[in-house]
Structure formats: structure tokens, C-alpha cells
């Protein structure tokens, strides 16, 4: 007889599980009175060959605090160190259409929910894959490299408000508040045009603590360079 099990963890092929990823996890889960419907870790980042580079979040800059406008401005929970709570299924199956990426979705309807729980300790080794365009000296092959990188973020923004929307729906129909920065976000850019969109972004509370990632996304969303790459590259 098919049973339905409790939680899901995502899992990457080419990365490394800790042998206690999923009993402290669990133990994350289940520490509190509350209920945690996703739990997210720390991550070694290593390389090819197994060498550890340092800690994925002292990279990334997290620093453990966070909240819904945070996940907005950009993602910091990475699948591969996932606890899912079946129960979360109920609301973020199926994906919104065209969307980018499942771990920010996951997270954000735990958050919008009150249920999104940390744990520092490092339980994957998070294998980092080179790049040969990266650090080349060919100039256009660093521009191919610059287009894919923009395309990305546009459509990272752009599925960013289809699934905003979404959430707000769902959470609607199953009679929750959704949190006031997820209304924030669509009144923001949910009914702007393409032209609001960059100067609605740089005078946001949404736009990304790293400025060159605020600054791809600038170029992601505006008509003049998101918009001719999108159609030239």
C-alpha cells in the first residue's frame, strides 16, 4: 500500500550530503511549538575536485535573518539543503507557470506562511561547477556570457511577479493574510509597465543589498537593454 511520506529533501546529483543532513533537519523542524514547513541549511561550497571553498552564506552575505521582503529581493534558501513539509505541497503544487525557481518558491510560501526555519550548520557540500567563459579574455565570448546572464534575471524578475500574484491568490483561497510585503511587491510592479519597471526597482525596498546584482537587474528589466538582448541574443 502506497503511504504518503511526511517531508520531501531535494537532492542534486553531483552534490554531497553530510552524513546528519537529515536528522538535524528533522531536529530543526520539530524544535519549536510552531509549525516549520521548510527548513534550509548552510552549505559548503566545493569545487570539482571535492575542496571546500567556505561557507556558502558568509558568501552570499546571509546572516540568519530574514523575512517575505528579503526572499523578495533575492533568494538565499538553495534546494539541495531542503526540508519540505508534505503539508506545504497543499499550496505550492502545482508551480506557477514559467516559474525559475522552485527553491525561492518554496521558501516564499513557507515564509508567507510563518514557516520558514534555518539551520546553520553546513549539511551539503555544494559542488561548483567552472565556467569556461568565466574569466576569459575573449571579449565576446565575456558578452554571450554578460546576454546569458541578463536573460536569466529578466526572467527571474518577470516570473518573480507571475508568482507573487499566485501566492496571493492561493493564499486568498484558503482564507490566510498574505504578508504585507508580497502585497507590497504587486502593487509595485505587478500592473507596471515596462518602462516603470527600472525606477520603480532602484527606489524599492525590494532591490537586491548587492549592487551588481541590482545593477543586472536594472539592465535585466529595462526596454532599452533587458528587452534588446532578449530579442538580439
Not at 519549536?32 to 552575505?61: C, K, T, Y
Not at 484558503?174 to 526597482?201: H, I, N, T, V
Amino acid at each position: 500500500m502506497h503511504r504518503r511520506g511526511e517531508y520531501v529533501f531535494l537532492a542534486d546529483q553531483d552534490d554531497v550530503w553530510e552524513p546528519d543532513k537529515l536528522e538535524t533537519l528533522l531536529a530543526t523542524a520539530k524544535r519549536g511549538p510552531e509549525q516549520i514547513s521548510v527548513v534550509f541549511s548552510d552549505l559548503w561550497m566545493i569545487d570539482a575536485s571535492g575542496n571546500r571553498l567556505g561557507s556558502f552564506m558568509q558568501s552570499h552575505g546571509f546572516s540568519g535573518h530574514y523575512d517575505t521582503a528579503d526572499m523578495l529581493r533575492a533568494n538565499f534558501a538553495v534546494g539541495c539543503s531542503m526540508l519540505v513539509a508534505a503539508d506545504l505541497l497543499n499550496i505550492a503544487l502545482p508551480f506557477p507557470s514559467g516559474l525559475e525557481n522552485h527553491d525561492w518558491w518554496l521558501g516564499l510560501c513557507a515564509l508567507a506562511l510563518g514557516q520558514l526555519g534555518f539551520s546553520p550548520e553546513k549539511l551539503v557540500n555544494y559542488r561548483q561547477h567552472a565556467d569556461n567563459a568565466i574569466g576569459a579574455r575573449n571579449y565576446r565570448t565575456q558578452w554571450f556570457s554578460l546576454g546569458s546572464i541578463i536573460r536569466r534575471q529578466r526572467r527571474v524578475f518577470e516570473s518573480k511577479i507571475t508568482a507573487v500574484d499566485e501566492l496571493v491568490r492561493r493564499l486568498q483561497e484558503m482564507g490566510a493574510q498574505p504578508p504585507e510585503a508580497l502585497l507590497a511587491w504587486q502593487e509595485q510592479f505587478s500592473q507596471a509597465d515596462q518602462w516603470q519597471k527600472p525606477w520603480k526597482l532602484l527606489t524599492s525596498e525590494f532591490k537586491p543589498g548587492s549592487r551588481a546584482l541590482l545593477l543586472i537587474q536594472l539592465l535585466a528589466v529595462s526596454p532599452l537593454v533587458g528587452g534588446k538582448i532578449k530579442k538580439t541574443l
